[in-house]
């Protein structure tokens, strides 16, 4: 079962089209990083998605409900918004405890108490309004997963987040693998590749790419070789002229960065270019695409 | 959950001081007012330095005109500003965005508002009127109580319309200018509208100018009627209107 599904989902501004026909499935149970440069409709999608901004064209259904009819699946959700805004009067405690009677939560304080550990605001007696930025982070953390939601919506949840509590956040997401959805937005490339099932990379208002982490991988066109021989001078040479060679680059007059378009070419063609030349083979190393190649080919061919 | 949202604004109006600065107003123009009434004329006496000035002797219809005139200005002003941005400020910080991804009616949190304003404000408006009559009669120990009470209420039903017309433009305005600037062109388009005569007696502004004919010379509640029951029915409009707004509205 899908968690969430958009159908031509569409929002308009006058004039720009901040999401345009979106269709996006997100399966249940799947940890779903939205990714996309600044401006290219992440946040926009949320807020349809929240029934915070009405779509213009086309619809989504949450947990099986569609966003036009009603807003009861949000009760369903923990959303963290890219900057929390709180109450500032109250203490973390008191407002989980306004957050817990809004989601018609009884008995809270154990779950409230479990909540402060995990985002480690557990001994924080001062006003929110009083927090950093970081802690305020981890209060949106807190009140998101409060009600042990099946789905979590979370806008940039380690943006304002140190190393050490990026990490916390990222295990504690990573924790959620399997029985809880959770569609997350960010530009942080790592986060994502660590984390997440699948992705879907948007930009100006288009899903340009969504499937799954791995199968990405394998439909990423461009391959880098590493080679290090003994002439590499000689051997740019000869591969300047090769249609499968996208581009190359020299490694400390020892070695050479190779990006290849067709790696099965490259694959039977190097060796033999190397062996009829006589050239002193002496590393070759076939480097994985990372998130951050996949998502600047992916936007850069779009555009 | 309309309880539970009240709590929330009650818990915001005693940790934020709002509270107490409506308090204090409340209580400070409810005793100033008789103060007033009673020494101002001996103040104005001794102040003349010679010069021959004759006033009426004070009474405790001056008590309540002075007490109905400072509800009606200071009072006024300090309940609106206090009160205007209670939904949009939320709108404009975040937090009605926050506290409506939590599945709640919008229509419920705008009424749920509305209602502890009001709720909020007759209670303090009982208090400093007890207050006021209590020194009052200190003063003046023939005070009438019909009449005061009378006036009293008549500002309780304009009151009901200025807090409707608060939220309303509250709900509709996007920052506390906004509905500040919303809420006082309303008003002073309903201030207009009351120079024409077969508007007039239906104008919720009449309440107030009724207010001090009461207590000046006598009840007369058959003149309230109609501004009574024309206010009522356009803070319903108000209060509905805002609450089905924010409703639809994009946050």
Not at chain 1, 218 to 231: A, F, G, M, N, W
Not at chain 2, 174 to 188: E, Y
Request: aromatic letters at 10%.
């Amino acid at each position: 079962m899908l968690a969430i599904k958009t159908e031509g989902l569409s929002k308009y501004f006058k004039d720009k089209r901040a999401v345009d026909n979106l269709n996006l499935e997100v399966p249940e149970g799947v940890i779903f990083g939205y990714l996309g440069p600044n401006g290219a409709g992440k946040t926009t999608t949320i807020r349809l998605l929240l029934s915070l901004a009405k779509p213009t064209e086309g619809t989504a259904h949450i947990l099986g409900k569609n966003i036009k009819e009603t807003r009861s699946y949000l009760n369903k959700i923990g959303f963290l918004p890219e900057v929390p805004s709180f109450y500032n009067f109250f203490n973390a405690r008191e407002f989980l405890h306004f957050i817990a009677d809004l989601s018609g939560m009884e008995k809270p304080d154990k779950r409230i108490e479990e909540a402060l550990k995990i985002v480690n605001l557990k001994n924080e007696k001062k006003r929110i309004g009083a927090y950093s930025r970081g802690m305020k982070q981890r209060m949106g953390i807190a009140q998101a997963i409060l009600s042990d939601p099946p789905l979590l919506i979370l806008d940039e949840p380690t943006s304002a987040l140190d190393p050490e509590g990026r990490k916390e956040i990222l295990d504690l997401i990573s924790s959620f693998k399997g029985y809880k959805t959770v569609f997350f937005s960010t530009h942080i490339l790592s986060d994502a590749e660590r984390i997440c099932d699948m992705v879907g990379i948007i930009k100006d208002g288009k899903l340009i790419l969504s499937d799954s982490i791995d199968n990405i991988k394998k439909s990423y066109t461009k391959r880098t070789l590493l080679i290090e021989v003994d002439r590499p001078e000689k051997l740019m040479g000869i591969l300047h002229n090769l249609n499968w060679v996208e581009s190359m680059s020299p490694i400390n007059n020892k070695g050479i960065k190779l990006e290849v378009k067709d790696l099965t070419t490259a694959q039977k063609e190097l060796p033999q270019i190397i062996t009829k030349e006589k050239i002193l083979l002496n590393k070759w190393e076939l480097i994985e695409p990372n998130l951050e190649d996949i998502f600047l080919e992916a936007v850069h061919n779009d555009g | 959950m309309m309880v539970k949202l009240i709590k929330k604004e009650l818990v915001e109006y005693l940790k934020t001081g709002k509270f107490y600065i409506l308090l204090f107003v409340f209580v400070f123009f409810a005793i100033l007012s008789p103060i007033t009434a009673k020494f101002l004329p001996e103040i104005i006496k001794n102040l003349s330095q010679g010069i021959s000035i004759t006033i009426p002797p004070p009474t405790w219809r001056d008590s309540f005109v002075q007490f109905s005139k400072n509800l009606n200005q200071i009072v006024f002003i300090v309940i609106v500003i206090v009160f205007i941005g209670s939904v949009s400020e939320e709108k404009n910080h975040g937090t009605a965005a926050l506290v409506a991804t939590k599945g709640i009616d919008r229509r419920k949190w705008v009424v749920s508002k509305f209602l502890f304003q009001f709720i909020l404000s007759v209670l303090l408006l009982i208090f400093s009127f007890f207050l006021c009559f209590y020194y009052a009669k200190l003063l003046f120990p023939d005070t009438q109580f019909y009449a005061a009470i009378s006036s009293t209420v008549l500002f309780l039903i304009y009151l009901f319309f200025v807090l409707s017309l608060t939220i309303f433009s509250s709900s509709i305005g996007k920052n506390l200018l906004q509905s500040a600037g919303i809420f006082f062109a309303i008003f002073i388009v309903i201030n207009i509208l009351n120079i024409l005569p077969k508007v007039s007696p239906y104008n919720p502004m009449t309440l107030s100018s009724i207010e001090s004919q009461w207590i000046s010379s006598k009840v007369a509640w058959e003149d309230a009627i109609k501004p009574s029951i024309s206010s009522l029915l356009l803070s319903a409009i108000l209060i509905i209107s805002g609450a089905i707004y924010f409703h639809n509205q994009e946050l």
